[in-house]
C-alpha cells in the first residue's frame, strides 16, 4: 500500500482488520462512541437510509397484498426451518443429479478448507466473486490469500471496501460509510489501473470499476457467490443482484462454488414468487432488481461446467435450537432493517463489531456466536453480548421486515439470555439494582414511599430543573436536564381528593 | 482433510436435536396467486412498458410485420450475436454484421460484438421484467450479457402481470436469467447510475398484433 | 362506567400530572374513577432490560392489584402510557408463562384484556374523541413507537387532538422515528440515546411550536429534557393534561 506526500490517505474502518468477521472491536457502547463523532459518516448514513426507505415505502404501498406476500414469506421460511433435514438432503440430491456436486461445512474453517481445496483443484490463483454475506462471515477472501489466491470482489461497494481494507457498513450497500471523494482517493490509489484525472463522480467511479473489472472477468477460471434461495425439490439456486457482476461470475467461469448458509433453503419453486416480490421491493426499494440469475447444477453448453455448492452451518443449528431466537435465520438479507433502524442511522455498521449489522445483526450474530451458552459471550459490556442493547426497541425493524420477524421480541429475549448465562457467577452492579428495584416496583407501599421521597426532594428544589446528577444519572444529564420534580406525590394528591 | 460425510452426519444430526419436537408450519398463501390483468391484453402491454421505461429501458411498440425494420433500427451497430431460433426474417433489414454462436463465440470475441438480438420466454408487466430461459432465440446466457446492447423482441402472448403469473409459465431448471431495465448500481451514495457489467442499453421491441 | 388508573411507575413518583389529568378528564366526562393503592409497576423495564425472571414479583404485583376488574370492581383500566400498556398487553403473560407460572399467565391475559390505553379507552370504549377541551396553544405531537407500533393505536391521539377547542397542530418532522429513551438504553447507550434525542428535539424545534405532546410521560421525559437544556422554551404536555384541560381549569403545566 502507497501513501503520497500531500494527498489525505484513506484510512481503513475498522482501523485493524478483525480476526473473526462475526466478532471484533469494543463492545457496542464504545464503538458507537466512535462512529457516532463521525459527523461525515453520519451525514452520509441519514441521507442514505432516508433515501432508501421512502424509496422502500413508495413501492411496498404499490402491491395491495403485500401483508399477505409477508405472511406467506414467514409461514414458509418457518415451515423450511421446521422441515430442514428433509430439504437439505433433497438439495443435495437434486443438485447432484443435475450435475452439482454438494459439501457440508461446520463452520467456517472447515467451509475455507472446502472451498480453498476445489479452487487450488482448478489450479486458479485469482477468482472472481459475487457479494455474499455468508463467504464475508466465514473471512473466506483471506483464507484465499492464505493459500496464495486472489479473491476479487466484483461487486462496486464490496471492492470498495476491498481495496479501502475495510469491513462492510451495510448489508445492501457494504460502502455507504464512503462517500465519494473518499472512493475516488481509494480507486486512485489502490486499484492500479485507474483512469488518469478520475472525478469523484458516481458515473466515473462506476465507469472506472467496469474497466478494472472486465478484464478479470473475462480470464476468470473460477467464480465464488453466494445465494439468495435454493430450491430444494429442483436444485435449483438464485442470485439477485443490480450491477450485472453477478451474471459475469455465474456465466463466464468454468467453474463455480457457492457458498450458502443451510437457512437458504427454500421447498419448491413456487416459493420464488413470494421471496422474488418481497426482496426487491425491501431490499433496494424496487419493483424487481436489474438481474436475477437462477441455475440448476450444470448446464451443458451453457455457464460453468463445474458447479460445488458448500452448505454452511457455523452456528445456524445453534441459533435454530432456541425456538424464539430462530426466526433471525428466516432472514433474507434484504437489509430494510437497517434503514428504518434509528440506531443504525446515527452508529452505522461498523459499531455492531461483526459482517451483520443493524438490528438483524443485533439478533443474529449473538445467536452465531451462542450468547449466554457455556463459554459462549454473555453480559452488556461484551462486543457481542452488548449487541441486544443496542436498540430501543422502537419496534421500526418489525414492521418492515418481509418475512415479519420479530427483533424487538428477539432481542428481549437475547437480552435475557446474555445477562443469565448457566451456572453460577457473581452479579454485576446492574444485576444487584435490578433486584432492589424489582422489591421496590412489586409494591405499592414501596412505590408509595419512593413517590413520596421525590416530591421532598421536589419541594426541597422548588421547581428548578436539575442540570447535573451523578453516576449513573450523569449519563442523562449529558444532554438533557433531569426533570423538575413534583412538590407532592400522588398518593397525597388522591388521599386528598378522596377526601373531597 | 476433513471427512465429508462427517460434516454432513454431524450437520443433520445437529439441527434435528436443534428441531427436537418442533411442530409443522401451515403455509396459507392469501397473496394474489394470479394478476388482475389479462396476459397479453393492451392493459398489459401498457404496463409492462411503462414499467419498462421506468427503469429506463427503450421500448418501441410495433405489429408483427414492422418487426424487422424496428430491429433494423435499434441494431445500428457494426455488429450483432443472434442465437440460433431466432426468426430469420427480422434479420431481413440488418445492416450490422450477424454473428451466430455456431461455432460457440469465444468470450473476447462476445465482448467485441456491438449488440445481441433475441426473444424471451416470459415479460412481468407490473415489474418491467424480460426472463430468459435459454429456449429458441435466446441462445447460452454469455451471449445476452457481453454485448453493450440487448435488443429483446416480446411478443404479446408472452407478456403475463405479475411475477407468480411469470413463475407458472416457466420452468426453473433451465439456465434463468430475469432483466429488469439495464445494469445498475447505487453503491456511490446511492446515487443511481445505470449500465455497469452487464449491457448498458436495453430495448425492448413490444410486438402487438 | 367504572375506570380503574393505572398511573404506571414513572408517572407515579416523576410525573404525578399525566395520573391526575387521566382522573380529572374521566371524571368530567361522568365516570367514576379509582386508583388502586397496590398499583405499582407493569414490569416493562425489568423484562425490556433482560431481567425477565426478576420482573416475576413486578408482574404478579400489578395483576393481583387489577385482578379484581375479572370480578366486576372496575369495567375497565386505563393507563396514561402506550408502552406500559404495551407490556402489559404482550409481555407480562409470555414472562409468566416461561417463568413456569401459567396461572399468573392466564390471569395476566385476562386482566390484559381489559386493560387500555388513555387513546384507545376515550375512542374505542367510551366512543368520543370530543371530550370538551380547551387548550389555546400551538402544538407538536410526538406520536411514541409504542403507541404506534406494539399498540397500533394509529390516528386515535390525533382525532382527539383534532377536537380540542383552541389548539394548533403543527406537524412534527420524521415523527415517528424513535426518540431515543427506549428505556435502560437510554443509560447503556448514552451516547447513541444522546444523538438520537438531539435530532427528535431538532425537529420539535423546527415545528416552532410551544407545546410538546406524546402520549408516553417517558418518551416526553427524554425530549423535554433535551429541549430544556436547549433553553428551547418548548414546553412539555401528557395528551391527557391537553384533554384535561378546559376554560375553567385551564393547564398549568407543572404538577398539581
Redesign the interface.
Given at each position: 500500500m502507497s501513501t503520497f506526500l500531500g494527498m489525505p490517505t484513506v484510512r481503513p474502518q475498522p482501523s485493524r482488520p478483525p480476526r473473526d468477521p462475526l466478532r471484533w472491536g469494543a463492545s457496542f457502547p464504545h464503538a458507537a462512541h466512535e462512529t457516532l463523532a463521525d459527523g461525515q459518516l453520519r451525514a452520509n448514513l441519514r441521507t442514505a437510509t432516508r433515501t432508501i426507505r421512502d424509496k422502500r415505502r413508495r413501492v411496498t404501498a404499490e402491491l395491495d397484498d403485500w401483508e399477505q406476500l409477508r405472511d406467506a414469506g414467514a409461514a414458509i421460511k418457518a415451515s423450511a426451518m421446521a422441515r430442514l433435514p428433509d430439504l437439505l438432503t433433497q438439495l443435495e440430491e437434486s443438485v447432484t443429479a443435475r450435475g452439482g456436486v454438494v459439501h457440508w461445512a461446520r463452520d467456517a474453517a472447515e467451509a475455507n478448507e472446502v472451498v480453498t481445496g476445489i479452487v487450488r483443484e482448478a489450479g486458479a490463483r485469482e477468482v472472481v466473486k459475487v457479494k455474499s454475506m455468508a463467504t464475508q462471515e466465514i473471512g473466506l477472501n483471506e483464507a484465499l490469500a492464505e493459500a496464495g489466491i486472489d479473491a476479487i470482489e466484483t461487486d462496486l461497494a464490496e471492492r470498495i471496501v476491498q481495496l479501502a481494507g475495510d469491513q462492510p457498513s451495510h448489508i445492501l450497500v457494504p460502502a455507504i460509510h464512503r462517500n465519494r471523494e473518499e472512493i475516488r482517493e481509494i480507486f486512485t490509489h489502490r486499484m492500479g489501473d485507474a483512469p488518469e484525472g478520475l472525478s469523484s463522480e458516481p458515473r466515473e467511479l462506476a465507469m472506472a470499476a467496469r474497466a478494472h473489472l472486465r478484464a478479470r472477468f473475462l480470464r476468470a477460471e473460477v467464480a465464488i457467490s453466494g445465494a439468495n434461495m435454493a430450491i430444494a425439490e429442483t436444485g435449483t439456486v438464485a442470485v439477485v443482484e443490480s450491477e450485472g457482476n453477478g451474471r459475469m461470475c455465474l456465466t463466464l467461469p468454468r467453474l463455480l462454488v457457492t457458498v450458502m448458509g443451510i437457512e437458504k433453503v427454500l421447498p419448491t419453486a413456487r416459493d420464488l414468487e413470494v421471496f422474488l416480490q418481497l426482496l426487491p421491493r425491501s431490499s433496494t426499494g424496487e419493483r424487481m432488481n436489474p438481474y436475477t440469475s437462477m441455475w440448476t447444477g450444470v448446464t451443458p453448453g451453457d455457464g460453468p461446467q463445474e458447479f460445488h455448492l458448500v452448505l454452511l452451518d457455523n452456528g445456524r443449528t445453534r441459533a435454530l435450537a432456541d425456538e424464539l431466537g430462530r426466526q433471525a435465520l428466516h432472514c433474507i438479507r434484504c437489509s430494510a432493517c437497517l434503514n428504518v433502524c434509528p440506531v443504525y442511522e446515527h452508529t452505522g455498521g461498523h459499531a455492531y463489531g461483526s459482517v451483520y449489522p443493524g438490528p438483524i445483526g443485533a439478533i443474529l450474530t449473538p445467536q452465531l456466536l451462542g450468547v449466554g451458552e457455556p463459554g459462549g459471550p454473555a453480559g452488556a459490556h461484551d462486543p457481542t453480548g452488548s449487541l441486544p442493547f443496542a436498540s430501543t426497541l422502537c419496534g421500526a425493524c418489525f414492521d418492515a421486515c418481509p418475512v415479519k420477524i420479530d427483533i424487538p421480541a428477539a432481542l428481549v429475549h437475547l437480552r435475557e439470555r446474555s445477562l443469565h448465562p448457566p451456572g453460577p457467577h457473581a452479579p454485576s452492579a446492574t444485576d444487584v439494582s435490578m433486584r432492589v428495584a424489582a422489591r421496590v416496583l412489586s409494591s405499592g407501599r414501596a412505590l408509595r414511599w419512593a413517590g413520596r421521597a421525590v416530591a421532598l426532594v421536589g419541594r426541597l428544589t422548588g421547581g428548578r430543573a436539575i442540570r447535573w446528577l451523578p453516576w449513573p444519572g450523569s449519563l442523562w444529564t449529558r444532554v438533557r436536564d433531569a426533570p423538575v420534580l413534583p412538590v407532592r406525590s400522588l398518593a397525597a394528591w388522591w388521599a386528598r381528593r378522596s377526601l373531597r | 482433510?476433513?471427512a465429508?460425510s462427517t460434516?454432513?452426519a454431524?450437520?443433520?444430526g445437529?439441527?434435528?436435536?436443534?428441531?427436537?419436537q418442533?411442530?409443522?408450519?401451515?403455509?396459507?398463501?392469501?397473496?394474489?396467486r394470479t394478476g388482475a390483468l389479462v396476459a397479453g391484453s393492451g392493459e398489459v402491454l401498457d404496463l409492462l412498458a411503462e414499467?419498462l421505461e421506468d427503469?429506463r429501458a427503450t421500448v418501441v411498440r410495433t405489429d408483427a410485420s414492422a418487426v424487422p425494420r424496428v430491429v433494423a433500427d435499434l441494431l445500428d451497430v457494426p455488429s450483432v450475436a443472434v442465437p440460433d431460433g431466432v426468426p430469420a426474417p427480422w434479420l431481413a433489414e440488418l445492416t450490422a454484421e450477424v454473428r451466430r454462436d455456431e461455432p460457440?463465440l469465444t468470450?473476447?470475441e462476445l465482448?467485441d460484438t456491438a449488440a445481441v438480438l433475441t426473444t424471451c420466454r416470459v415479460a412481468?408487466a407490473?415489474?418491467?421484467?424480460v426472463v430468459l430461459d435459454?429456449g429458441p432465440g435466446q441462445g447460452?446466457?454469455?451471449l445476452t450479457?457481453l454485448p453493450d446492447r440487448h435488443v429483446v423482441v416480446v411478443e404479446a402472448d408472452q407478456v403475463v402481470h405479475s411475477?407468480?403469473d411469470?413463475?407458472a409459465r416457466?420452468d426453473?431448471?433451465?439456465?434463468?436469467?430475469?432483466?429488469?431495465?439495464?445494469?445498475?448500481?447505487?453503491?456511490?451514495?446511492?446515487?443511481r447510475?445505470e449500465?455497469?457489467?452487464?449491457?448498458r442499453d436495453l430495448r425492448v421491441v413490444l410486438v402487438d398484433g | 362506567m367504572r375506570i380503574a388508573v393505572f398511573a404506571t411507575c414513572l408517572v407515579g413518583t416523576v410525573a404525578p400530572r399525566a395520573a391526575t389529568a387521566t382522573v380529572r378528564l374521566l371524571e368530567r366526562l361522568g365516570h367514576t374513577v379509582d386508583m388502586p393503592a397496590d398499583q405499582a409497576c407493569c414490569g416493562q423495564m425489568h423484562v425490556n432490560t433482560g431481567y425477565g425472571p426478576e420482573a416475576m414479583g413486578v408482574i404478579r404485583n400489578h395483576v393481583r392489584t387489577f385482578a379484581p376488574v375479572l370480578d366486576g370492581r372496575w369495567d375497565a383500566i386505563v393507563a396514561p402510557s402506550g408502552s406500559c400498556v404495551g407490556s402489559i398487553r404482550h409481555q407480562q403473560a409470555d414472562v409468566a408463562r416461561r417463568n413456569g407460572d401459567d396461572r399468573l399467565a392466564r390471569t395476566a391475559e385476562q386482566v390484559s384484556a381489559r386493560t387500555y390505553e388513555l387513546s384507545e379507552l376515550l375512542v374505542d370504549v367510551l366512543g368520543v374523541t370530543d371530550v370538551g377541551a380547551w387548550f389555546p396553544h400551538t402544538v407538536t405531537y410526538h406520536p411514541t413507537c409504542h403507541s404506534l407500533r406494539v399498540l397500533r393505536v394509529g390516528d386515535r391521539p390525533r382525532q382527539l387532538l383534532e377536537a380540542v377547542e383552541g389548539i394548533e397542530l403543527r406537524e412534527l418532522g420524521e415523527a415517528e422515528q424513535c426518540c431515543g429513551f427506549g428505556g435502560t438504553f437510554s443509560l447503556k447507550n448514552s451516547e447513541t440515546s444522546a444523538a438520537m434525542v438531539t435530532d427528535k428535539a431538532d425537529e420539535v424545534v423546527a415545528t416552532g411550536a410551544e407545546v410538546v405532546a406524546a402520549g408516553d410521560w417517558s418518551c416526553l421525559l427524554n425530549i423535554s429534557g433535551a429541549l430544556d437544556r436547549r433553553r428551547t422554551g418548548v414546553r412539555a404536555a401528557h395528551l391527557a393534561e391537553i384533554l384535561a384541560s378546559t376554560r375553567d381549569e385551564p393547564w398549568q403545566g407543572a404538577d398539581l
Open positions: - | 482433510m476433513t465429508p460434516a454432513r454431524e450437520m443433520l445437529r439441527i434435528r436435536r436443534a428441531l427436537g418442533s411442530r409443522s408450519v401451515e403455509v396459507e398463501r392469501h397473496y394474489h414499467r427503469y460457440a468470450h473476447a465482448d412481468i407490473e415489474t418491467g421484467t435459454g447460452r446466457r454469455a450479457l411475477v407468480p411469470a413463475i416457466l426453473v431448471t433451465r439456465p434463468l436469467t430475469w432483466i429488469s431495465g439495464p445494469s445498475a448500481t447505487s453503491d456511490v451514495e446511492l446515487v447510475v449500465g455497469v457489467h452487464g449491457p | -
